[in-house]
C-alpha cells in the first residue's frame, strides 16, 4: 500500500506522540511493580508507611477489650481498601499491609485469620471463614539464587460469594474461587475452584457439584428450624 504524503506526516507524527507517551511515563517503583505482579523488593517508603499503619491498627485490633465491638469494627473499616455493611472479623488477626484487601457485606472470619495481601485480595458477599484461614498473594522465586538476594512477586486472590471455608484453609497465589463454594477444613488451595462446588484436600480439588437437591434439603431444614422458633412464641 502506497500512502500519499500527506498520509505518511500523519503517521510519523502519530508515532512520535507514541513514543513521547512512552518516554514521558514515569518508572514503576516498587509499590506499583508489587501490585502489578512484577518482581519487586518491599522497601519502598510507601510500603514501609503502608506496613507501620497497618501494625498500629492490627495492634490496636488485637489488644482491644473483648466487648469493643463498635470499636474494631472502626478499625477494621480503617484497616482494610473497603469492608461491606455486617463485617465482622474475630481478633487476633494479622495481614500485609491491610489496604489491599476489598471484602463485600456480611463477612465473618473467625480467630487467627492473616491475609497477606501483597497484591489484591478481592472478597465477595456472604463469605464465612472458619479459624486461621491464610490468604496468601506472595511468591517467591524458586531458584535459589534469586530468592535469597531479596526479589520477590505477588499474585491476586480472588473469591466470589456465598463461600465458606473451613478452619486452616490456605489459599495460594493467583487462585480464583467461584460463587456458591464450600472448601473442606485443612485445605490447600493452589488452583482455581469453579462455582457451585465442595472442594477439599491438599492439593485441594473439587469432589462434587452442588446440586438442586442440595438446595431444596436445606431450605427444608431451614424452614423446619424457623417453624421450630416460631413454636417458642405461642
Known amino acids: 500500500m502506497v500512502l500519499s504524503i500527506h498520509q505518511s506526516i500523519d503517521v510519523r507524527r502519530r508515532r512520535s506522540i507514541i513514543m513521547a507517551d512512552t518516554i514521558s511515563q514515569p518508572a514503576k517503583d516498587e509499590w506499583e511493580r508489587m501490585l502489578s505482579g512484577e518482581l519487586y523488593v518491599a522497601d519502598s517508603p510507601q510500603q ?11 495492634q490496636a485490633i488485637n489488644t482491644s477489650k473483648y ?17 461491606g455493611k455486617g463485617g465482622f472479623l474475630e481478633p487476633p488477626f494479622n495481614c500485609d ?9 456480611n463477612f465473618y472470619a473467625n480467630m487467627d485469620c492473616i491475609f ?4 489484591k485480595i478481592t472478597i465477595g458477599d456472604r463469605v464465612f471463614f472458619g479459624p486461621r484461614v491464610g490468604l496468601y498473594t506472595p511468591y517467591h522465586p524458586i531458584d535459589a539464587a534469586v530468592g535469597s538476594s531479596g526479589p520477590e512477586g505477588a499474585r491476586p486472590i480472588t473469591i466470589g460469594s456465598d463461600v465458606w471455608f473451613g478452619g486452616n484453609v490456605v489459599v495460594g497465589p ?9 472448601i473442606g477444613a485443612g485445605s490447600v488451595v493452589v488452583k ?6 465442595v472442594a477439599v484436600g491438599n492439593p485441594c480439588h473439587v469432589i462434587r457439584r452442588i446440586t438442586d437437591a442440595d ?6 431444614k431451614a424452614a423446619e428450624y424457623r417453624a421450630w422458633k416460631d413454636s417458642l412464641k405461642s
Open 174 to 182: 493467583g487462585v480464583t474461587i467461584g460463587d456458591d463454594v464450600v
Open 192 to 197: 482455581d475452584i469453579p462455582s457451585h462446588s
Open 215 to 220: 438446595r431444596e434439603y436445606w431450605e427444608g
Open 116 to 119: 497477606l495481601d501483597v497484591a
Open 67 to 83: 466487648d469493643a465491638f463498635k470499636e474494631r469494627e472502626e478499625l477494621f473499616h480503617e484497616l482494610f481498601g473497603s469492608l
Open 48 to 58: 514501609q508507611d503502608a506496613n507501620m499503619r497497618k501494625r498500629r491498627l492490627v
Open 97 to 105: 499491609y491491610g489496604c489491599n484487601t476489598y471484602i463485600g457485606d
